[in-house]
């Protein structure tokens, strides 16, 4: 079974990815999280939904994943923290698919990445936090942009996004234009 890594942190935005792992789950994928604390600690979400990660930092190895994905939050407490850049940054370097929504991106930035690709995020140079790691001439006004081995999105387009990492995942059809309708529309099915 292949796998899929999820680097979760204080303040990741739950509902950013919830629509995301779910389809995950029904797959032939299996998704894996990690985090920058210890064995048996857990991170809180911005929801407040406590999670306790499968891994921690030193024991992942990106060569076991096809993905990892960087859900929004607040990222920027991490941008000093050289275990957690350096395992982005490996994702990238090997050519693993990288998919960062909302704040997400802000670690593509401390990783030196945003230098390489076209990107966007719910990130501007008003965000002082984040200010300095980015690669703002490189930032796109659009909701969702695909560069090279990464997809980013801008918050409020989860759906989109979901549907863009399982188009590149291979588990909907590239040529699919709506595959996650179910969560766009309400119906009575």
């Given at each position: 079974?292949?796998?899929?890594?999820?680097?979760?942190?204080?303040?990741?935005?739950?509902?950013?990815?919830?629509?995301?792992?779910?389809?995950?789950?029904?797959?032939?994928?299996?998704?894996?999280?990690?985090s920058d604390k210890p064995a048996g600690y857990t991170v809180s979400s911005a929801g407040r939904m406590n999670v306790m990660a499968d891994l921690t930092l030193d024991e992942v190895n990106p060569d076991d994943y096809c993905a990892l994905i960087i859900p929004g939050g607040r990222p920027f407490t991490l941008f000093n923290?050289?275990?957690?850049?350096?395992?982005?940054?490996?994702?990238?370097?090997?050519?693993?698919?990288?998919?960062?929504?909302?704040?997400?991106?802000?670690?593509?930035?401390?990783?030196?990445?945003?230098?390489?690709?076209?990107?966007?995020?719910?990130?501007?140079?008003?965000?002082?936090?984040?200010?300095?790691?980015?690669?703002?001439?490189?930032?796109?006004?659009?909701?969702?942009?695909?560069?090279?081995?990464?997809?980013?999105?801008?918050?409020?387009?989860?759906?989109?996004?979901?549907?863009?990492?399982?188009?590149?995942?291979?588990?909907?059809?590239?040529?699919?234009?709506?595959?996650?309708?179910?969560?766009?529309?309400?119906?009575?099915?």
């Open positions: 079974m292949k796998k899929v890594l999820m680097f979760v942190y204080d303040s990741f935005a739950e509902f950013e990815i919830s629509i995301l792992i779910t389809c995950l789950n029904g797959s032939d994928y299996q998704l894996v999280t990690c923290n050289q275990k957690a850049i350096s395992m982005v940054r490996s994702f990238f370097d090997q050519n693993i698919l990288i998919c960062a929504i909302c704040g997400g991106p802000g670690l593509l930035g401390a990783a030196g990445i945003s230098e390489h690709i076209q990107y966007t995020a719910s990130l501007t140079r008003n965000d002082k936090e984040y200010v300095n790691v980015m690669n703002w001439e490189n930032k796109r006004k659009e909701i969702l942009v695909v560069d090279q081995n990464v997809v980013t999105a801008t918050g409020s387009n989860y759906i989109q996004f979901a549907e863009e990492v399982l188009r590149q995942l291979n588990i909907v059809p590239e040529t699919e234009e709506n595959p996650l309708q179910y969560f766009k529309e309400p119906s009575l099915f």
